[in-house]
């Protein structure tokens, strides 16, 4: 069942939970998150970044989201992730998804706001619903997780309350990233989080719904922490793309040397590790594992 962005973030509110927001880079990770999603009764946001083109288009893969999300028995929104151009996210809505993020947290204020403004205002024209992103988690989302994350790192920006009121009541957006000590990629630190950032910005928007980049790596505990002062949507790729890859290679490493390797044998493995790994990213958000 396909559902918009804010239909998403009306139920996770509602049930005081996080939904997870994990990306899809080929059919693969699009049959583990809703294997995951429907064995667990929970809805999913599945979701494209614009860094990932080289890998396979948005015009390759974005109509088979949508054709499965809507063949789903569990809600889907199917959201374009880091959306960087404004040409970028009227690709994404031509193509039928029900919600786009507009990323331009490293612009100044005032071209981020007119940006995002002009998502809105596009967005709204197909019945979609917009996230964007105030302050800088740093590392960008295209980043390879082994050059720092989880560091201490000059060019993270908190997200100001006071400019998040500004921010989404100027433009209008129905969930707001923001940056409170996460960082995109591998961890090689423990990461040190500010949940105030996240109450205080909920505190100043009437509860815009909060939601979380970076979430790979994150402890269960910090986890549950950000749900309860207001994050309703994490995204999560990094660990699910790595138990993938982790998967395929015990695969390999397990094979005779006379043994052949099969393509389908690999990315069948992957799969089911990439489903393992998802499923307990779901419960930890959901709170299930309380």
Not at 70 to 78: E, Q, R
Not at 196 to 206: E, H, I
Not at 214 to 221: A, E, L, T, Y
Request: proline share 3%; aromatic share 8%.
């Amino acid at each position: 069942m396909l559902i918009t962005l804010k239909e998403m973030m009306d139920i996770a509110e509602k049930r005081n939970i996080a939904v997870g927001a994990f990306n899809a880079t080929g059919l693969e990770a699009i049959e583990a998150e809703l294997r995951a999603a429907e064995e667990l009764d929970l809805p999913v946001i599945i979701q494209f970044a614009q860094c990932h083109e080289p890998w396979i288009p948005l015009k390759t893969i974005g109509p088979v989201m949508v054709d499965m999300a809507k063949k789903s028995k569990m809600p889907v929104c199917i959201h374009l992730d880091h959306g960087e151009t404004l040409d970028y996210l009227k690709q994404a809505l031509d193509i039928g998804f029900t919600g786009i993020m507009y990323d331009g947290s490293t612009l100044p204020y005032e071209e981020n706001l007119k940006n995002t403004i002009e998502a809105v205002k596009m967005a709204r024209e197909y019945g979609a619903s917009v996230e964007a992103e105030l302050g800088s988690m740093g590392k960008r989302e295209s980043g390879s997780g082994t050059d720092g994350a989880g560091v201490d790192d000059e060019t993270k920006i908190y997200t100001d309350p006071d400019m998040a009121l500004d921010f989404v009541t100027r433009s209008g957006i129905d969930a707001l990233a923001c940056s409170f000590g996460t960082t995109h990629g591998i961890y090689l630190k423990e990461p040190r989080l500010d949940f105030d950032v996240v109450r205080n910005v909920r505190a100043k928007t009437s509860n815009i719904p909060v939601v979380m980049h970076g979430g790979s790596g994150v402890s269960s505990s910090d986890y549950h922490k950000a749900v309860l002062a207001g994050v309703r949507k994490i995204n999560y790729f990094t660990y699910m793309d790595k138990a993938g890859g982790s998967a395929a290679k015990a695969y390999i490493d397990g094979l005779k040397s006379s043994e052949p390797v099969f393509f389908s044998s690999i990315f069948m493995v992957a799969r089911e590790g990439m489903y393992e790994n998802v499923k307990q990213a779901m419960k930890t958000f959901a709170m299930l594992d309380v």
